[in-house]
C-alpha cells in the first residue's frame, strides 16, 4: 500500500471515528431557538415604554418580568429548591410575568414626564437579567464547594449549570458585556459552569476538586457577589 | 421555494418559513458542531447559538453570497469562538507520552485509533482542524469551506493541504506507519 493509499485509509477511518455525529435533536433544539427568540422580542417591547419608566409603580414590575422572561425563554428555568434567592418554576413565572406585563400596561400614563434614553432602559433590563444570573450562579457555586458526587443534591447540578450557561452566553453578547470587568466576570462564570456540565461519571471526584480549585484561583464567587449586590434600579430611579 | 424566498417570508413574519429554513439548514450545522466538539450539549448550545444569531441579523442579510454560506461563517465564528474558550477548560488532558503508548498493547484497534485521531485533530489550530473535518469529514466544498471561512477558495485548499500534512505528522509521531511498504 503506498503512503498516499495509507494516509487515504487514515481519513476513511477519521470519518468513521472521530466524532460522529449522532442524529440531530430538531424539536429540542427549535423549542429552545423559539423560546429565547420570543424572550428577546418581548424585552425589546418592553423597552419600547419608555414613558413607563417615569412611573415607580410600573418600573418594577416591568425590569422583573423582563428578567423571568429572559430565565423563562431560556427554557431551563427551574425551582433551584429551598433557601436559593429569586428563583420560580418556569411555570409560575410564566403566568406571573403575563399578569405582571400586563399590569404594566395598564397603568403607563401617557402624560407622564418625557422619556428615558431607550438605550440606557436596554442597558438596566440586561443588567437587572445578569444581577438576577449572579445571584443564582452564587446559590450554585455556594452549594456545589461542599457538596459530593455521591449525594442526592448533585443530581440535578450539572443541568442547573446548563441552563445558566445558556443565559451566561446570551449576556456575553448583550450590552453589559461592553463593561470590561462585568465581560471578564461572565467569561469566567461561563467557563465555570462549561465544567460543571462537562463532569463525568467516571472522574467525578477529580473533576469536581479541579472545578473548585479553579474557583477559588480566580476568586470567582467573591466576585460574583460583588456584583450581584449591586442594585442597578438604585441607581436609575 | 428557494432560500431567499423563504428569508422575504420571514421578514414578513411568517413562523413557517422560519422552521422550513432551519429544518433546511440545522443538521450540516449540528454535524459540524459535533464533529468539531464532540460533545452533544456543546453542539446543541453553538447550533442554537448560530440560529439565534443568524435569525436577528436576517434583515441584514443581502443576499451577495449563499444563505447557507452566510449561516456557515456565522456557524464557523460562534465554534471556533468556543473553542477557544474550551482550551482553557482541557489543560488536563493526557500528554503525548501517554498517547503513544496507548496503542502498544491495547486489544480494540478502533478504540485506540479512535482516540490518536482525537487527540491529533485536537492538536491542530482551530483554523487547520475545521477546514479538514469540514472537508474529509462532512464533504463540504473548497468553495463552500472558502465561504464559510471568508477566505479565498485557494487559501482554504492550501490550509487543508497543511492540515492533512500536520495531522500524518502528528499521527507518524504516534507511531502510527505511514510509511510506504517496501516493493
Not at chain 2, 488536563?92 to 478504540?111: I, K, M, S, V, Y
Request: glycine letters at 6%.
Amino acid at each position: 500500500m503506498t503512503d498516499d493509499k495509507k494516509f487515504e485509509t487514515l481519513r476513511d477511518d477519521m470519518a468513521r471515528l472521530h466524532n460522529p455525529p449522532p442524529e440531530t435533536p430538531r424539536e429540542r433544539m427549535w423549542e429552545q431557538i423559539q423560546a429565547v427568540r420570543t424572550a428577546e422580542r418581548r424585552v425589546i417591547g418592553l423597552v419600547l415604554w419608555r414613558r413607563a419608566l417615569q412611573d415607580r409603580r410600573v418600573w418594577w414590575p416591568t425590569a422583573a418580568a423582563a428578567i423571568l422572561l429572559l430565565g423563562v425563554a431560556i427554557g431551563r428555568f427551574s425551582d433551584l429548591g429551598p433557601g436559593v434567592p429569586g428563583t420560580r418554576s418556569a411555570d409560575v413565572a410564566a403566568t406571573g410575568q403575563t399578569e405582571l406585563v400586563a399590569e404594566a400596561t395598564d397603568t403607563v400614563d401617557s402624560s407622564a414626564a418625557p422619556a428615558a434614553d431607550s438605550r440606557q432602559i436596554n442597558q438596566l433590563v440586561y443588567q437587572l437579567a445578569a444581577s438576577d444570573l449572579f445571584a443564582r450562579a452564587d446559590a450554585l457555586l455556594t452549594g456545589f464547594k461542599t457538596t459530593s458526587c455521591t449525594s442526592t443534591d448533585m443530581a440535578p447540578v450539572p443541568e442547573w449549570a446548563g441552563g445558566m450557561l445558556l443565559q451566561t452566553r446570551l449576556l456575553m453578547g448583550s450590552p453589559v458585556a461592553e463593561d470590561t470587568e462585568m465581560l471578564g466576570l461572565l467569561e469566567d462564570l461561563e467557563l465555570v459552569l462549561a465544567q460543571i456540565v462537562g463532569i463525568s461519571r467516571e472522574n467525578c471526584t477529580q473533576d469536581m476538586a479541579w472545578i473548585r480549585k479553579g474557583l477559588e484561583n480566580r476568586s470567582t464567587l467573591d466576585r460574583l457577589r460583588l456584583m450581584s449586590s449591586t442594585d442597578p434600579l438604585r441607581n436609575a430611579l | 421555494m428557494d432560500d431567499r424566498q423563504l428569508i422575504q417570508r420571514i421578514i414578513s413574519g411568517d413562523p413557517v418559513a422560519e422552521r422550513q429554513l432551519y429544518e433546511r439548514h440545522v443538521e450540516r450545522v449540528f454535524r459540524l458542531a459535533y464533529r468539531m466538539t464532540g460533545d452533544a450539549t456543546l453542539a446543541e448550545d453553538l447550533t442554537q447559538d448560530t440560529f439565534i444569531r443568524a435569525f436577528a441579523r436576517l434583515e441584514g442579510f443581502r443576499g451577495e453570497a449563499a444563505f447557507s454560506s452566510w449561516l456557515h461563517r456565522v456557524a464557523t465564528s460562534i465554534i471556533i469562538t468556543a473553542l477557544r474558550k474550551r482550551s482553557r477548560i482541557r489543560a488536563h488532558e493526557a500528554t503525548h507520552e501517554d498517547l503513544a503508548n496507548l496503542g502498544r498493547a491495547a486489544p480494540d484497534r478502533d478504540r485506540d485509533l479512535e482516540r490518536q485521531l482525537g487527540r491529533a485533530v485536537a492538536e491542530l489550530d482551530e483554523n487547520h482542524r475545521l477546514v479538514l473535518v469540514m472537508h474529509d469529514l462532512e464533504g463540504y466544498t473548497h468553495q463552500e469551506i472558502a465561504a464559510a471561512m471568508d477566505t479565498p477558495v485557494g487559501t482554504a485548499k492550501a490550509r487543508l493541504s497543511r492540515a492533512r500534512r500536520r495531522l500524518r505528522e502528528i499521527m507518524t509521531g504516534f507511531g502510527f506507519d505511514l510509511s510506504p511498504d517496501p516493493s
